[in-house]
């Protein structure tokens, strides 16, 4: 009598992580390597000239925060939050638009706030309004010294929408325990805001000729080393709730235990996986941070297989609501 086979080896959970993000195992397990040397000497060159203060910190948009604040309460009035968007022209004009957009399968044109806000939900309209608020801080200031990063640009403000909304979906859907769905959108939006002051360093150095001109990948680690303390410096100059700067500090870990650490997981999560779809390259560490959070907000493999198509579906949403 032969013996039996042997049974079939259970893949381990690293395994299943792996081909959920199709990324090969040892990936998971590989350690950060060291910036090359043209990335230490701009890393360099932009942690000097940001912290000599050549750059003027950002103005944080507050309007965002006030609609935010006010779309908390079960009670909140309709007409008090279409008060707040009529006074920007540049949210009025993009709930309007986005109410009127195929994606809502708008049957009658709308022409007033009141009457958007409505077909789109206070909840939509606030999360909207805060994204629009908060393409200041993603675009490029008006000069040339900024005019040859423009697609940079894009890219950051298509990141962070991209993940707010998908966070704040999941929130919705309660994959993780979390403040609420307009402060995830919120803290999406605003995790990698250092982004935006580092690149605004290395357009200015570069346009004065005290860096040389970086080409990707290397503008994208650039930006990915430097962006997580100049974000916090913007937090706390800011003076936003901890529940922001939490996230903004530690999106790439080590993630601290406390009342937070469930909505830093989240945005860790999708934040990463977005980026290892969009650039990996960029962020060689985006596949093991991905697993990181999964295990700690105790998600499957095939749940994680399936952010792929929620990141795709907050896009549609996103580039719906802003067209380029």
Excluded at 187 to 203: E, T
Excluded at 262 to 291: K, T
Aim: proline share 8%; hydrophobic share 50%.
């Amino acid at each position: 009598m032969s013996p039996s086979a042997p049974p079939p080896a259970t893949p381990s959970p690293d395994a299943e992580y792996a081909v959920a993000l199709e990324v090969d195992p040892a990936v998971l397990a590989a350690p950060e390597a060291p910036p090359s040397g043209e990335e230490a000497d701009a890393l360099q060159r932009v942690r000097a000239y940001l912290a000599a203060s050549h750059a003027t910190p950002m103005a944080f948009p507050t309007i965002a925060m006030e609609i935010l604040e006010l779309v908390r309460f079960p009670d909140v009035d309709l007409n008090e939050l279409s008060r707040y968007i009529r006074v920007d022209g540049a949210l009025a004009g993009g709930v309007l638009a986005l109410a009127n957009s195929a994606i809502y399968r708008a049957v009658r044109r709308i022409d007033t706030v009141k009457d958007a806000v409505a077909r789109l939900g206070i909840s939509e309209v606030a999360r909207l309004a805060a994204a629009i608020s908060m393409r200041s801080l993603y675009c490029a200031d008006a000069g040339r010294a900024n005019d040859a990063f423009q697609p940079a640009w894009q890219r950051l403000f298509l990141h962070a929408v991209t993940v707010a909304r998908c966070a704040s979906d999941l929130a919705r859907h309660k994959l993780a325990a979390t403040p609420g769905v307009e402060q995830t959108f919120m803290a999406g939006l605003l995790h990698d805001v250092g982004l935006s002051a580092v690149l605004r360093a290395v357009a200015e150095l570069t346009f004065f000729s005290k860096l040389p001109r970086l080409e990707e990948p290397v503008l994208s680690r650039v930006l990915q080393r430097a962006h997580v303390e100049a974000g916090t410096e913007l937090h706390r100059a800011w003076k936003l709730p901890p529940t922001l700067a939490d996230v903004a500090a530690h999106h790439h870990g080590p993630v601290p235990e406390g009342a937070n650490g469930p909505l830093v997981q989240l945005v860790r999560l999708v934040s990463a996986r977005d980026l290892l779809r969009r650039a990996p390259a960029s962020h060689p560490r985006a596949a093991a941070e991905v697993v990181e959070s999964a295990r700690a907000l105790g998600l499957p493999a095939a749940r994680v297989k399936a952010l792929a198509s929620d990141l795709e579906l907050a896009e549609a949403w996103v580039v719906t609501a802003f067209p380029s």
